[in-house]
């Protein structure tokens, strides 16, 4: 044991063959994946269409989504953290200590996306739409916290097996892939028509009722979410830690830092591309099928990799794995950037490789979030799954934050021009800027989550098993 830790501040922990709860299985990982195959409808929408649906149907300027993406953003960050810790002291339940969250929090996270949409603000005033969109983007960061942060802090609740959360992890990548693959491939042949100039137009009408029939998707895997679980590891507290030990403790732990960066730029990279993706297709290649074709690739990779992801992480870790495969990642973008392709069918091969890469990361990170609530029970003698799970969401969502922002800010910078009807045509130097912007930066922050991962981030294949053996050791002693 580390250096200091001499107890757990927890009751015993229960394991899957005593007071008749059933063993972990298939039917926990299929539940589980249901949650961010719920998750996907909605926010594959929000994620690729919401912010060319205020400038290009709402008529808003790029600067002022930028601001919102930036304020909100920081606002649910702090909601994460607030709803981690609210998990972590909940009452026990005979249900859980997160699963009734999950329960009650589907109700208002799929009204509030449905509201977002609603056809007819395109006629409100200028005041009025600002007023609107600040206004139900907040709510919907604030839903998605309640609902979210006792869903990812289930898995490490649901198996106390690393193996078994790392299957857990697969399977939450492999909904989300589903569920965002057909979005980003079906929404823009759907959600687009062809003005008289031949450019594409979005259609806010057609988003609003698509959204409404992708909520109602989403709800029913919420509902399977919450009845094919089951909540095994369950700690009753003994008593409550103070705010300041608990802090504390996570800023000394070098594996939840490390993780909390590495994460916060891969989400960067990951909310960046899929807001310029979409101008990239409609503005440089003007191609709503190579559009559809991008989204799809975005997702399909994690399907391609998820069945040797587990192999491949059992043999070699899963810092290390991942570590090859965003340099890797790297690699493709710093290609595409200096080829400054105008074909299509290459610049989208040259994605589906790219993204290849950074799937492997995508497979792994809750699994890494699991691994670093064990390693901070080790170091710190405190199972917080909850908070330590809100911290990591924090930096998610901070980078969700700086992403939005700056690629509104960016998008202002190189001169883009909002327009309703379609009728603009961007200049050839507007072009250029969008394209660099969708190669290099991407370029530049997978290599950065790569180095941070490598040099920084301690949780070794080597370190994980030596961690799980002694928690083991003690939590057998309790």
Known sequence: MEKGVTSINEAQIINSFEHNIRPFGVRDKIGYMFGDLGNSFLLGIVQAFLTIYYTNVLGISGGIVGILFLISRIIDAFADVTVGRLCDITKLTPAGRFRPWIKWAKWPFCAIVIIMFLPFVKDFSSNLKIIYIFTTYLLYGIGLSCFNIPYGSLASAISSDPDQRASLSIYR?????????????????????????????????RLFYITIGFAILSFICYLLLYRMTTERVRAEKKEKIKVNVLLQGMIKDKALMALVVADLVVCITGSLMGMITTYMFTDYFVSKSGLSVALLFTYATTLFMAPIAKLVTQRFGKKEASVVALLFASVMYLGMYFLHLHNVTIFLTMLFLATFGQAMFNLMVWAFI???????????GLREDGTVYGVNSFARKVA???????????????????????????????????????????FILTLTSALILLFWYPLSKKRIAHVEEELRKINSNI
């Open 400 to 442: 969700q934050a700086i992403a939005g922002g700056a690629g509104g800010f960016m998008l202002s910078w190189i001169g883009y021009r909002s327009s309703t009807t379609g009728g603009i045509v961007q200049t050839e130097t507007v072009l250029n800027n969008i394209y660099a912007i969708g190669t290099l930066v991407p």
């Open 173 to 205: 990548s492999v909904g989300a892939a589903i569920g965002a693959g057909g979005v980003g491939f079906i929404l823009p042949l759907i959600v687009y028509t062809t003005s008289k100039t031949g450019h594409q137009i979005l259609s806010g009408t």
């Open 370 to 380: 699991t691994d670093v609530i064990a390693n901070h029970q080790y170091v710190t």
